[in-house]
């Protein structure tokens, strides 16, 4: 515990700096410059120390269970989503008020907290799992401190675990070709667009028919902006071969749930993620698979096969050059080899589009071969030399 005397501020205010524990060794560290002298600071750290320590107002005989619960029902009336409500009651009721329940909701401390979190990650608990956690403690404390129900916030002191920037996962052919013979028949047609053109999730549900024309494909992408992409005819056709529908979609989500007449025929972005998941689980595949994981693996294979990174930039619709370049890796892919492992159907139409991408023009006319688009890129290439 110390206390310096700092020089006076601008407008004349004494200042003084304090360094100490109010909670004892276990608890947080404060680390603060107060606006007052050194007696009125001695005072204030021993308002602090009292009532971290259970001696002030702000003590009490609170459980932590006890805490949980006015905490749970503070939330319950702030009229939040059902799913976060039971996720909140799930970690904090289930498990952490199981382990901490009848302990003081003020002896719980910092020291105690880490040991927890520590526990979660030696069971190989995702980081964005810890942090949650961490978040949902932090957030109750912060709540119980504000109204003055234990003295002071034991989360405080514990940094955040830092989430590292998840490298871009993306399946080489052999593992898409794995995932396309495990995918029942609905869903291979939604796969196409995504792993030959590397659309978005929410482009393929909400793909209009009106938008797939001969020889172009065009998008309605994030941020509201338009591109126009190369659409081959055996991509068109896939396309178009779905039943019409009244509002106009390309795709539409079958009934595959007996006795849920009323459910929308519409593919919603969890109903996509967990039909391709399925499809993943079944080919063995890992879990992480999501129908982004196409879109990165379309990405991957087009800079593979040669594809200058602007143009992908402008058919993938980043917004940001710097994003395009982390595909940068798949350069070193031996991509005539690795071909060989796709379906028919998808190495025909994965040729057509990077030949029109390689050509720099998203326009594909019926009787361009890829033959045909990879002589034009080469004679282009010719001439910039």
Request: net charge positive; with cysteine.
């Amino acid at each position: 515990m110390s206390l310096t005397a700092l020089p006076r501020s601008r407008d004349g205010r004494p200042r003084t700096r304090v360094d100490f524990y109010p909670a004892g060794r276990e608890g947080p560290r404060v680390q603060r410059i107060l606006r007052m002298g050194v007696n009125a600071a001695k005072a204030w750290m021993r308002e602090q120390i009292a009532a971290h320590q259970g001696n002030g107002p702000a003590g009490g005989r609170r459980t932590f269970g006890g805490l949980v619960e006015e905490f749970l029902q503070s939330r319950r009336r702030k009229g939040l989503s059902d799913s976060y409500l039971v996720e909140l009651e799930r970690d904090l009721a289930s498990t952490m008020a199981g382990r901490w329940g009848k302990k003081l909701a003020k002896r719980v401390t910092t020291r105690m907290i880490e040991e927890y979190l520590d526990e979660l990650v030696e069971k190989e608990a995702k980081p964005g799992t810890v942090k949650k956690h961490r978040q949902e403690l932090f957030t109750m404390f912060r709540w119980a401190t504000r109204r003055r129900l234990v003295p002071f916030n034991p989360v405080e002191a514990i940094e955040p675990p830092k989430l590292g920037r998840l490298k871009h996962e993306w399946l080489p052919p052999a593992a898409f070709a794995k995932l396309w013979d495990h995918s029942p028949d609905y869903l291979r047609p939604m796969l196409v667009p995504a792993i030959t053109l590397g659309l978005r999730s929410a482009e393929i549900r909400m793909l209009p028919r009106s938008r797939v024309l001969p020889g172009m494909l065009r998008v309605h992408g994030k941020g509201n902006k338009e591109r126009e992409l190369p659409c081959p005819p055996q991509l068109r056709e896939v396309l178009l071969a779905q039943p019409e529908r009244p509002d106009g979609l390309v795709f539409t989500r079958p009934g595959i749930y007996h006795g849920q007449a009323a459910r929308s025929d519409i593919w919603t972005a969890d109903a996509f993620t967990r039909a391709v998941k399925t499809a993943a689980r079944k080919a063995k595949l890992d879990s992480g698979v999501t129908p982004h994981t196409l879109r990165h693996s379309a990405t991957s294979w087009m800079v593979a096969a040669g594809v200058r990174l602007r143009v992908v930039q402008e058919a993938l619709g980043h917004e940001s050059y710097t994003t395009t370049l982390r595909y940068e890796h798949a350069r070193y892919m031996d991509w005539e080899e690795e071909k060989r492992a796709l379906p028919e159907n998808i190495t025909t139409i994965s040729l057509h589009v990077m030949s029109a991408l390689a050509r720099g023009g998203p326009q594909m006319s019926a009787d361009t071969t890829p033959a045909e688009g990879q002589e034009a890129a080469a004679q282009k290439a010719d001439r910039a030399k």
